[in-house]
C-alpha cells in the first residue's frame, strides 16, 4: 500500500510551489498569499448531516491550494491547474445563481455568498492546484470552496470564524451550485486537526477533536477509491433527503435527529401506518421512508458508539460499528453498488478490522480500517477482486488524519 495517493505522496510543500508558480505563469505577478484546504474521509455518520445529526469525519494530506490576490475593480479571475479551459472571468456584481455551471461555480458562489451576506468582498485573480482527487466522494468540492472563502476572509479582512466560513460555504453549494448538500464537508475541511478525527453536532455545529492516532494503535486505515465517480447533483442525493424530511414531518420532530434510537421501533410502526411512509414505497422514489429513518436513527447511534470506544482508547472495537454502518447504507438507504459492496467484502474477508463506504454513496470511496501489518495484504486482495470482476483497478492509500484549513504563505 503506498503512503497516500499519487500526487498526496509528494504533500503541500509542492503543491503550494505550484500554485505559486502556476499563479504567476497565469497572471504575471506574485500572489498576496497561498491558502489550503483538505478532502476529507468520514469515519462515521453519513447523511446524519441533514437530518441534524452527528458526523465524525477526519481530514485527508490530500489538499487544494489557492494562491490570490485581491483586485479594486470587482473582477473575479479564476485558473485551475487541473481543469481544462483558459481563465474564467466574471464581474463580482453579476454573479447569479448557476447550478451546472462547471468547477469555478464553486468559488464564484464562494464570492456571491459573502456578498450577500452583506461582507465587503471585492474581486480577486485565484489559481488553484489540488491533489484532492474529484468525484471519488472525499469532498473536493468544499476543498475548494473552503479554500476560496479562507482567502477571501484574509484578503478582505473579514473576520470570519471557521464555523461562519463553513456555514457560507454550504450556502454557496446549496443556493449557488445547486446541490442539498448538508454541512459536514465544508466544516470538515475548515476545523479539522492533525491528528484527530472531528466529532460534529451538524444542528448547532458544537465541536470536539477526537484524538486518533492510528499509526500509535499499530492500525492503518485504508481509502479505497473505487473510481466509480461519483455525483451529488444527479438528484438521487436529494431524494434521500426529501425522504428524510418527509419522515421527520410524519414523527412530528424537527429532525430525524430528534428520534431517539431506544424509540426507533414505536417510530417505525407509526411510519408503517402511515400512507407514503410504510414499506411500500412510491414507484420512482428511492427506498420506503421508513428505510430511510431507520438508516438514519441507527446511524446516529452508532456515532456515538465509536465516540464511546475512541474515547476509552479502544480504536480496534470500532470496527464493526463501521461494518454496520455499510450494511445499513448498503441496505436501509440504498446508495451502495457493486464496486464499494466488493471492496467492503473483500476487505472484511481478508482480516479488516472493518469496513465501510463513506460519503455521499453511488460511487467514490470505501474505507477500510486494518492492523498496519495486514494493510499491504488485505490492498492486495482488493485489487485482484475488482480485476477479477472486471471493474477498473482501484486506488488504494492510507488516510492519515490530517491539518484542516490554513494559510501558507
Ligand atoms: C456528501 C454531502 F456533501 C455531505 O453533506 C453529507 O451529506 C454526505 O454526502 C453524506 O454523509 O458528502
Not at 430528534?258 to 424509540?263: G, K, T, W
Request: charged content about 20%.
Amino acid at each position: 500500500v503506498r503512503t497516500a495517493a499519487g500526487e498526496g505522496d509528494r504533500g503541500v510543500s509542492t503543491t503550494q510551489a505550484a500554485a505559486a508558480e502556476g499563479f504567476r505563469a497565469v497572471y504575471g505577478a506574485a500572489p498576496e498569499g497561498l491558502w489550503a484546504a483538505p478532502g476529507r474521509v468520514n469515519l462515521i455518520g453519513e447523511h446524519t448531516d441533514y437530518n441534524d445529526g452527528f458526523v465524525l469525519p477526519l481530514a485527508l494530506p490530500h489538499t487544494t491550494v489557492a494562491a490570490a490576490s485581491a483586485r479594486p475593480d470587482g473582477m473575479l479571475r479564476l485558473h485551475s491547474g487541473g481543469a481544462d479551459g483558459g481563465i474564467v472571468e466574471l464581474r463580482t456584481d453579476d454573479l447569479r445563481p448557476a447550478p451546472g455551471a462547471g468547477w469555478a461555480a464553486y468559488p464564484a458562489g464562494i464570492v456571491w455568498a459573502l456578498r450577500e451576506a452583506g461582507l465587503p468582498v471585492g474581486g480577486a485573480d485565484v489559481h488553484y492546484e489540488s491533489t484532492v482527487p474529484t468525484g471519488a466522494g472525499l469532498s473536493s468540492s468544499a476543498a475548494l470552496e473552503v479554500v476560496t472563502a479562507l482567502a477571501l476572509n484574509d484578503l478582505y479582512g473579514l473576520g470570519l470564524d471557521r464555523p461562519r466560513l463553513a456555514r457560507l460555504a454550504q450556502r454557496a453549494e446549496n443556493a449557488f451550485v445547486g446541490v442539498p448538500v448538508g454541512i459536514m464537508d465544508q466544516t470538515a475541511a475548515a476545523c479539522c486537526t492533525e491528528g484527530h478525527a472531528l466529532f460534529l453536532d451538524a444542528r448547532d455545529l458544537t465541536r470536539r477533536q477526537v484524538p486518533f492516532d492510528l499509526a500509535a494503535e499499530g492500525l492503518q486505515l485504508l481509502v479505497v477509491d473505487t473510481c466509480v465517480q461519483h455525483e451529488l447533483g444527479d438528484g438521487a442525493y436529494a431524494q434521500r433527503r426529501a425522504g428524510c424530511e418527509s419522515g421527520a414531518r410524519a414523527l412530528g420532530v424537527r429532525a430525524l435527529r430528534d428520534v431517539p434510537y431506544a424509540h426507533l421501533p414505536e417510530a417505525l410502526a407509526r411510519l408503517d401506518d402511515e400512507p407514503g411512509t410504510g414499506p411500500a414505497p412510491a414507484p420512482g422514489t428511492g427506498p420506503a421512508v421508513r428505510d430511510l429513518v431507520r438508516h438514519i436513527v441507527t446511524e446516529n447511534h452508532r456515532v456515538e458508539e465509536v465516540i464511546a470506544r475512541l474515547d476509552a482508547g479502544e480504536i480496534r472495537a470500532i470496527g464493526p460499528l463501521l461494518t454496520a454502518g455499510h450494511a445499513s447504507l448498503r441496505d436501509d438507504f440504498a446508495i451502495s453498488c457493486a464496486e464499494l459492496d466488493l471492496a467492503v467484502d473483500t476487505a472484511l474477508a481478508a482480516g479488516a478490522l472493518g469496513a465501510r463506504m463513506t460519503g455521499g454513496g453511488f460511487g467514490g470511496s470505501a474505507l477500510v480500517l486494518a492492523e498496519r501489518t495486514a494493510a499491504e495484504h488485505i490492498g492486495t486482495a482488493v485489487t485482484k477482486a475488482f480485476a477479477a470482476a472486471g471493474h477498473i483497478a482501484p486506488r488504494i492509500f492510507p488516510a492519515v488524519p490530517s491539518a484542516g484549513a490554513r494559510r501558507l504563505a
